[in-house]
């Protein structure tokens, strides 16, 4: 490697330019950053690199998302690392801090703990054409200050000054930049529409924010959303124990729920026997992540894409999940439960304990609008969301007691790497690029034309609605380092995905996604912009996407050659025309010399009865 692309050093030490160089920069230090973290070691053979990371722990999703019941709900066999397995998972859905504490080991296993930098808000990225670098502005943060919303953030700064958040701002220099940003990063704001939060005298806090400090025991709850988050923490707040005086969940629309993947019984057993057999059985823990792999994958073809099969088991799963629904919650419930839009068009919840809650006398769920907040109540009503036809269901307006609220209303999507601002070549801002082109996109989820040595990390159209995000990140990366590595090596100065090849990638995906239940399941979620554009769900299977990433297709990419790069490739090329000059020439004498092509016949036919007779005598040994 040569050392000054392939090595971190301070550049111009002692004048007020000075600057510390990194061959690659990985900003965030979730699943994604840390993958490309251990792969860098791992495959380059490489630590000279830098994460920075805005919060002060690791694990992204999992360092902040600390509400109770937190949980995966994709089997952690398999939402994890393929190259760094955990053979004793507590359970299949293990929680929160399970997760997060997996995330920390594969770090110090893979020594690159010291190799994140917290508290460090990376603000922009800006290529610079002569030097074919990033110029890369980093904020240092108050310690802790990252683990706010970016609102949280601005209102500290309004209120107390910049001091309050920001400590100094440095610009730092790379060759390659990886984005492992995240998509579910930062909380939606509370709603403007809804008139009186400030008036509210109680506490208002977001699940992807929880607050320890607030005690709910005895307390008046009122739960803002219906998704994952909200049908993880009623179960945990409905339990006796957490002596909670009254929960009301405000649901607009039911989400699909599917029956546990284990029951009860079954979960027991896993729970007992897994950890042994994955760490004693040979094969076994791989034997389970490809069961699953492929358990998850029959998952896309059921339920997301609009083929005869799709169509034929749609409506079978849609009548066993509702019959889950039927068996486990209320009766008063069932109306509003029964989702009007065709499963698989919003993300769906995969749990059986919400349902359950749901008959705590403690929890009411209610599908009536929140219509203003006062000091110490809520107003619900007039009308209801949901059903929106003519029903039975309450819509009259009353007042209803809140000591708290908890906002599960889901994250600021579809705002991809926002609010990091990203100008490449010719002084292109990345995101007016997307807007003329119609939304966020990537090729591949990956790679944009005109930003060179950039590769996003769960980038747009990479999310997928039925499996780990994680195996979908590890392909990323994969494929990443396939052009990472002759730019270390000092062999390409920057490589860039061709227009045409992106232009085209998107055309593709986007055209897929008509097909698929996301565009015709006639829903709104958070998969899709107000304008009708997904920057979310990849519209393949997962073997389509691992296929795209293991053989790149080299020509929608352009390589800028260093002059070691383009000596190399003069020498491989004279190299190749000289064994094709020398094969060509021997067949010619060959051709020619009849007596000589016997004589090599032979002298073949002869080695191939030397080991003929040499596998023999290894045999009857
Ligand atoms: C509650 C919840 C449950 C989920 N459960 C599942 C599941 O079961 N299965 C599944 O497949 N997916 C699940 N997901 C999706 C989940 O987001 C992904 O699985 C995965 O965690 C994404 O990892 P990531 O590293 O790409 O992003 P994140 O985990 O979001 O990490 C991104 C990190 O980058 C940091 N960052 C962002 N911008 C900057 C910046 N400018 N400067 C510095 N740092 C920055 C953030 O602080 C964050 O730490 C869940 C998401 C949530 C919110």
Redesign the pocket.
């Known amino acids: 490697m040569s050392s000054s692309i392939s090595r971190i050093h301070k550049r111009l030490a002692y004048g007020k330019d000075a600057h510390t160089y990194y061959p690659v920069l990985i ?9 490309m973290g251990c792969r860098l070691k791992e495959v380059l053979g490489t630590d000279q690199f830098r994460i ?4 002060s722990g690791i ?7 600390r ?1 109770p019941g ?5 089997p952690a066999a398999f ?1 994890s690392f393929s190259f760094a397995p955990k053979m004793n998972w507590s359970t299949l ?1 293990p929680a ?1 801090p399970e997760l997060a504490q997996y995330m920390a080991d594969v770090c110090e296993k893979y020594q690159i703990v010291d190799k994140i930098q917290f508290n ?4 922009e990225l800006r290529w610079i054409e002569a030097d074919e670098e990033w110029e890369v502005t ?1 904020s240092h943060l108050v310690p802790g200050t ?1 683990d706010l919303a970016q609102h949280e953030r601005d209102r500290l700064v309004a209120q107390d000054g910049e001091h309050r958040v920001y400590v100094k701002t440095e610009i730092v220099r790379a060759k390659v930049v990886v ?7 930062e909380p939606k704001n509370l709603p403007t529409d809804i008139p009186g939060f400030e008036n509210f005298e109680g506490e208002i806090m977001h ?2 924010r929880w607050n320890d400090e607030i005690d709910l025991e005895s307390k008046d709850v009122i739960m803002v959303g219906a998704g ?2 909200a049908a ?1 923490v009623i179960p945990e707040l409905a339990k006796p124990e957490a002596n909670v005086r009254s929960i009301t969940q405000l649901m607009r629309t039911p989400p699909w729920v599917q029956p546990d993947l284990l029951p009860a019984g079954q979960l027991e057993l896993y729970e007992k026997w897994t950890p042994t057999l994955m760490t004693y059985v040979p094969g076994f823990a791989k034997f389970m992540r490809c069961t699953l792999f492929v358990m998850l994958e029959k998952n896309f073809y059921d339920m997301f894409t609009d083929t005869a099969w799709g169509r034929f088991m749609r409506p079978r799963m849609e009548k066993k999940f509702l019959n889950h629904m039927r068996e486990l919650a209320p009766k008063e419930y069932h109306e509003i439960l029964t989702p009007n839009y065709s499963l698989g068009c919003k993300r769906r919840i ?1 749990d059986g304990t919400w349902y359950r809650s749901l008959n705590a006398p403690n929890v009411e769920l209610t599908t009536q609008p929140l219509t203003r907040v006062n000091a110490k109540s809520v107003t619900l009503g007039p009308g209801r969301h949901y059903p929106p036809n003519k029903s039975e269901v309450a819509d009259e307006v009353r007042e209803i007691p809140a000591d708290v609220i908890i906002m599960a209303n889901g ?1 600021e999507t579809n705002q991809w ?1 926002h ?2 601002k990203v100008i490449g070549k010719e002084n292109k801002n990345l995101e007016d690029v997307w807007a003329e082109r119609g939304g966020a996109q990537a090729y591949q989820g990956i790679a944009m034309d005109h930003f060179p040595n950039f590769f996003m ?2 980038g747009p159209n990479t ?2 609605g039925h ?5 979908a ?1 590890e392909n990323a990366v994969n494929y990443s380092l396939k052009f990472i590595k002759p730019i270390l090596n000092g062999l390409v100065s920057s490589y860039e995905v061709k227009e045409e090849a992106e232009r085209e990638w998107t055309r593709q995906v986007q055209d897929e996604l008509q097909k698929t239940v996301f565009r015709r399941g006639v829903c709104s979620s958070w998969y899709i912009t107000a304008d009708g554009w997904n920057s979310t769900t990849y519209p393949f299977t997962q073997i389509h996407y691992w296929l795209r990433c293991t053989f790149p297709v080299w020509s929608h990419w352009s390589a800028k050659l260093t002059r070691r790069g383009r000596v190399l490739k003069g020498v491989r090329r004279a190299v190749k025309a000289s064994v094709l000059v020398a094969l060509l020439a021997g067949f010619g004498f060959l051709h020619k010399n009849p007596e000589q092509r016997l004589q090599l016949v032979q002298y073949l036919l002869s080695g191939k009865a030397w080991l003929r007779s040499t596998v023999q005598g290894l045999i009857s040994r």
Not at 52 to 55: A, K, M, S, T
Not at 467 to 471: A, D, E, G, P
Request: proline share 2%; net charge negative.
């Open positions: 900003v965030g230090a979730g699943e994604s950053g840390v993958a920075f990371e805005r919060q694990g992204g999703t999992w360092w902040i998302n509400y937190a949980a995966c709900d994709i939402y859905h929160g460090t808000d990376v603000k980093i990252g984005s492992g940003v995240g998509g579910l990063v699940t992807a994952c988050s993880q995969i994250f790497l609010p990091l990390l769960f999310a997928t499996t780990s995000v994680i195996f990140t």
